[in-house]
């Protein structure tokens, strides 16, 4: 095994106590799945608005115009239906028979054509967002041959590296720059507990991020960067195993809020690294670890009197946005399942075959349960590891 290799499974080894033991949660294939998103599907209004995320009693979507940087999840989370039928076909067992995703995320993409054009998405005007802008970058490039577009991708992930980074894997959430010099002139946060504290979803976006770097560039850095950042993650999980909003946020007073997306986008960026692993023992490393946080996070948030499929997101901490289901999530948390059958590590009716070594769950007494210039940010197009 390669030194890096080797380096990587030995801290995750001493990191990852509070995920391993787990099985692959059935939730992620019940039929509630297609049910609950099918119901949302019917009742997106005329003019189109998207769920973007709950109230934090009852679990009602709230309806947004398509001029938010939410908006492409929800169709997307019926294409990733429309993935998951042609994996396990449609029955009435799994729920997948009782509608057509492909044509129902056709028609409710149709309102977000007109923002090609323009739009008035002010969060995101000024700055490019990773991880997303990097993708986009590279499969435009694909498309038209011009390969500055993977250059401009690939210099923003590694700008991302040598700012966002800290010494210990944490990341701060936004970097403001001098727009002549290009100098760094504050670093920031705009959803975490502080601008030294590491905000658990863009510490997620990032392990997500850095991974498909790796997929799409086959350079290592990115893999070790990948891998830094899911060593943080996983090595700062308090002892319920539940993922707070913000690693460094105060646990008095109780509870300390979790945020369920964190979970869903980091078990993500995990499974790519799994796929992406050639050694069989971080393959399992990663997947055991992935496996556990989706495990966890579908023990504190699945609530089936809900719209969303999981409640406990926190949208953004400081103005009491908390305590919701998140579309985000939600897509992810589907997503999720479908890697993992095409992993092999689980089967389309069941928890199947995943599975990891030994240890514990958690029902989220540290992290909170339901009851209770120019930047660069860390997220999903206005999230994630800001310029």
């Avoid at 991020?209 to 999980?237: E, P």
Wanted: with cysteine.
């Amino acid at each position: 095994m390669p030194h890096s290799a080797a380096r990587a499974l030995t801290a995750l080894a001493l990191f990852t106590p509070t995920v391993l033991g787990a099985t692959v949660p059935p939730e992620l294939f019940s039929p509630l799945v297609p049910q609950k998103i099918l119901a949302t599907f019917q009742n997106l209004p005329n003019p189109t608005k998207y769920p973007q995320y709950t109230d934090q009693t009852v679990g009602a979507w709230q309806l947004f115009s398509p001029d938010t940087w939410t908006s492409g999840f929800f169709p997307a989370t019926g294409y990733a239906l429309n993935t998951r039928k042609s994996l396990c076909g449609a029955t009435s067992s799994n729920g997948l028979d009782i509608a057509d995703w492909l044509e129902l995320s056709r028609e409710a993409s149709t309102a977000l054509v007109p923002l090609e054009i323009k739009n008035n998405e002010g969060h995101d005007v000024g700055f490019l967002s990773f991880p997303f802008v990097e993708e986009l970058a590279f499969h435009s490039a694909d498309l038209t041959g011009n390969n500055t577009l993977r250059n401009i991708g690939t210099s923003h992930a590694d700008t991302t590296i040598k700012n966002h980074i800290r010494p210990d894997g944490g990341t701060w959430h936004v970097i403001h720059y001098n727009t002549f010099t290009g100098a760094v002139t504050a670093k920031k946060t705009a959803q975490g507990f502080s601008d030294n504290s590491t905000w658990s979803r863009g510490e997620a976006w990032g392990i997500y991020g850095f991974a498909n770097m790796w997929r799409l560039t086959g350079n290592t850095t990115y893999r070790d960067t990948s891998v830094r950042l899911a060593n943080y993650f996983l090595g700062n999980i308090p002892s319920d195993g539940i993922v707070p909003w913000d690693f460094n946020a105060p646990t008095v007073p109780a509870p300390r809020p979790a945020d369920s997306s964190a979970s869903t986008i980091a078990a993500n960026g995990l499974l790519l690294l799994s796929q992406l692993e050639t050694a069989p023992d971080l393959k399992k490393q990663w997947s055991d670890a992935a496996i556990g946080l989706l495990a966890n996070v579908t023990k504190l948030a699945w609530d089936p009197s809900w719209q969303s499929l999981l409640s406990n997101g926190t949208v953004n901490e400081p103005a009491n946005n908390q305590l919701t289901g998140t579309v985000y999530g939600d897509y992810y948390f589907v997503r999720a399942g479908n890697e993992l059958i095409q992993m092999g590590l689980a089967s389309c009716n069941s928890s199947g075959s995943g599975s990891s070594g030994s240890s514990n769950g958690g029902s989220g007494s540290g992290a909170g349960g339901k009851s209770g210039a120019l930047s660069l940010t860390t997220g999903y197009a206005s999230e994630g590891l800001v310029v």
